[in-house]
């Protein structure tokens, strides 16, 4: 056990280390091609030279991306081609630990400017690419990480064209193996760079490379928005005749009788009209005998246009019968879906999100404009949600999964509609309790998004920055073993997005409180240029005053001097005009001008009093801010290395549990039943041959975990080593190690980062 002085030692040793890495980094270097392809087979020295050239030329020109792709790849005073050794120390630069030299999106852009300026430079980029692929297996994750993601931008700038039959060699391996997940990373930064359904990206991109992403995302655990305001009923149909003459008192029959009346009515005067048409028709015959051949002609047309019009008259009859039959058959499976829907149990929950989400989507007439969000929650308060569900967990859960569901939409759809109800959730959140609430929109968020990793990640963010889940909070729940897989994993892509989004969390957190700090920096630059113009406005209100003073003596001695009795003259005192003053009645004069001085001494006294309230208000913003940090980072270190610990201990038993599983396999019953079958020579062989493989690969595969275990433990600790030491938690962390009886490679795998090993 560390004692407390002892515990101090180390942490004062890792605070120089740590001090002493950062101030002078590691030089980085790296050797992928062979010599005659990088420095023409010359001296180590001349190498050097040249490495330095381009290494300095990264670090003083920086901000400059265009002119130093131009200087790198043209304007280096070297006698050979160096395209390959341009090619090698950008991926050295690149993969340089603790930090890159420099953003890997700028040296995916200095990659694809060498690509076009340098014609052999592309031929040495897949070499060096072939080569870091072979050898994945022995970079650490943060690298492969980081070689990933340049390779994607590479990619994404050469029209997603690549020679991805080279790299078969990986779908082969299980899941989990280091060429596999270098590939399920690339794939991943492409479709994070575009989308799913890019139609370059499923042009260029084989099949089978596509496979390893699994299937397509998607939401899921939506409700079904329920209309609002409900679409009014379908009108009541006439009551039969029967009913009608009963509800009246008269009698059927009579009614149809006197119906029978009218109709012999009408059929009378049917003939009568008849009769008037055909007198009118023999009127008129005569007039008609000189049209005898064009009523010839049309009696030869009729008939063939009577057979067309019968022909698409049933043609139309066929198809108004088949959309009956259609309209009836869609009718009766909505009948039948809408039953099964009734017979089934609805969840109360869900039922109640689908209202409140109809409500939140509802655009009602005339306006045809959403409902402002005030109006939605007096809607929840007019129908008691609250009360017909029960608990405040049931209502939490409802409201949270109508307002997921909502910004479903689109990123800007999620950022907005969080906002807009965060403090309505803040009301739900504590009438649940802090822990648990969080903890219950933190499984929703899960349900709804686990799919969709890149807006899980928008909307987690968008939480913490509302202040509705903290971030420890969501550190401890997504370092449970469901979702954060440490080891050999068999779905790469989620494992890898669970990594993702703990870094994720850790760098808003850190963003958000150097945000914090540069706002206050801001804000104490306008306290100072505040009090810079309070000073120069009280100057120029004292020199008002006393330009004011000035003036009225010389008023006073000049009217004295002009008159005889002593008395100051008032026609001659009214007729003095002020520099700057007129004589058409504007105010003017050192009395304006003193008034208009105070004026300004006043707002600028204003100015500096709300900026120095607004840097009181920032600094009591930044200690939370602060704490959060801490907490955060001091328990996502305790979290991965319980986990570390529980992973290895878990993949040591589950091998010892494989192997002798495959040893009873492996073994004949027979020879355990009585003993007395002897297997031949040969045979036995093969058993024990076989027996010995199976422990070999069962060893090997705990072996290859365990490993990869204890690099990505080497790396979230070599990645926020600094903060740390910087935060002090370097005691604590060595007392929690210390209380979990860690083995010594574990503990080498930690500690060694922090001693800068």
Known sequence: MLIAAEALHVHEQLGCCTLVCVRYPPRGGMLLLDRQYTDDKRNAAERFVAEEYMIDLLSAFDSHRVELAQMLCSGLPLPYDYSGLLCETLFAQLLRLPTA?????????????????????????????????????????ELTGRLADVLAHFITNMNFRWPWNRYRQGLSQPPGGPQRTFLVLVLQHLVRLTSWDH????????????????????????????PYPPPPAPPALPPPREQQAAAEGTDPAAASGGEGEQHDTDTKDVTMAHTDINGAAADTTAAATGADSTVQQGAEIMPQDNVQQQQQQAVV???????????????????????????????????????????????PPPERKPLPHEQVLQWIDEQQMAEQLGSPEAHLRAVAVAVLAAGSKSCSHCYAVLERYSPYLLQLLEGVGSPQGQLLLLDLLWDMYKSMPRRLNLALSRLHELSLVSPATSISWLAAPSRLQLGLAADEAAAADSWQLVYNILAGTFARYEGAIENKARLQD???????????????????????????????????????????????????????????????????????????EQLAAKKLAAAEQAVVDQEAAITPLAEARKETLLVASKSIIARAAEAIQATAQQAAEQSVAKLADGADPNDASNGAIAMDEEQQQQDEQQQQDNATDAASSAQASKQLCQAQIRGFFRCYRMNIVHLGLTEQLLQHIESLALNDDVRAAILGPLHMA
């Open 526 to 600: 306008a306290v100072k240029k505040a009090e810079t113009k309070l000073g120069i406005a009280s100057q120029e209100s004292a020199a008002a005053v006393e330009a004011q003073q000035r003036a009225e003596e010389a008023a006073v001695a000049g009217v004295e001097g002009e008159g005889g009795d002593g008395e100051p003259d008032s026609s001659k005192r009214q007729a003095i005009v002020w520099p700057g003053g007129g004589s058409s009645g504007v105010r003017s004069g050192p009395a304006h001008r003193v008034e208009v001085a105070a004026l300004r």
């Open 199 to 226: 139609q370059l990206l499923l042009q260029e991109t084989p099949a089978d490379f596509l496979a390893l992403l699994g299937d397509q995302p998607h939401f899921s655990g939506l409700p079904n928005p329920v």
């Open 317 to 363: 009859g066929d198809q108004a019968h088949t959309d009956q039959k259609l309209a009836a058959g869609t009718d009766q499976q909505m009948v039948e879906a809408a039953d099964q829907q009734q017979q089934e149990p609805q969840d109360p929950v869900q039922a109640w999100a689908g209202k409140l989400l109809g409500v939140m989507q509802a655009r």
């Open 101 to 141: 030299r420099l953003t890997p999106v700028a040296f995916s852009a200095l990659i694809a400017h060498a690509a076009l300026l340098r014609p052999a430079f592309p031929k040495y980029l897949a070499g060096s690419v072939r080569q870091l692929y072979l050898r994945v297996q022995f970079l650490a994750p």
